[in-house]
């Protein structure tokens, strides 16, 4: 069984740039939700995606988007970078209506 | 407002002694509650959860004890070993399979 992987490790990107990360949900899964991690923090529920489509939708502004493909991975595109998007993104992956959601290693974020 | 507060923010335990850290929750949408476990570098690995029908749920060292009245509820590591040393993070879900994040605990089990 192939657990849930994340693409890159680290990024490193300037004021204004627009990244897109990706994610790969574990073996028999078919729902994605990401979640953005700052410093120190618990890590905070951005969006999740069922069937290709957005289901449910945390505190974020629309310039975090994202895409689930039919092979139910995932990517999270973030445009218009602030410096306070500097973070770890994780994403899950879980079995719709299951509770159990299990996380990638996540994408270390730097915004200069 | 969906919150759950986490307490302490870091704990110091001597091998071989008891960890507890607590929680408290608003919602009482909450219909589960898990625990994750995040070494440094990693992404929160699943520990236990628990449901709110239920008032403890053991699994090895780990313990959930759930409060549903007082809305609380806590992780009891039983025979903390320096392995264990790592960042704890209540959570709890609605229906809507949002997981909503305590702050975390910085737990350091010394040898």
């Known amino acids: 069984e192939t657990g849930v992987t994340q693409s890159p490790t680290h990024l490193i990107k300037t004021r204004g740039q627009q990244v897109t990360l990706r994610c790969s949900s574990q073996?028999?899964?078919?729902?994605v939700s990401w979640y953005q991690q700052a410093l120190g923090q618990g890590p905070q529920f951005i969006f999740q995606?069922?069937?290709?489509?957005?289901?449910g939708r945390g505190n974020f502004p629309p310039r975090f988007s994202g895409l689930q493909f039919p092979n139910y991975s995932s990517e999270l595109n973030v445009n218009a970078l602030e410096l306070d998007d500097s973070a770890l993104y994780l994403c899950?992956?879980?079995?719709?209506?299951?509770?159990?959601?299990?996380f990638g290693p996540g994408t270390r974020l730097t915004v200069l | 407002q969906q919150q759950v507060k986490q307490s302490p923010q870091s704990l110091i335990v001597q091998k071989g002694g008891i960890s507890i850290i607590n929680c408290a929750y608003e919602n009482t949408a909450f219909d589960y509650f898990p625990w994750y476990q995040q070494f440094p570098g990693k992404g929160p690995a699943l520990l236990i959860a628990i449901r709110p029908d239920v008032s403890e749920k053991k699994e090895g060292r780990f313990t959930i004890s759930f409060n549903k009245s007082a809305k609380q509820f806590s992780l009891h590591i039983m025979d903390s070993q320096p392995g264990d040393s790592a960042t704890y993070f209540c959570a709890a879900e609605n229906a809507g399979n949002m997981l909503t994040f305590g702050g975390g605990t910085r737990l350091m089990v010394k040898p």
């Open positions: 073996s028999g899964h078919n729902t």
């Open positions: 995606y069922y069937r290709e489509e957005e289901n």
């Open positions: 899950a992956s879980s079995l719709f209506g299951v509770n159990e959601q299990f």
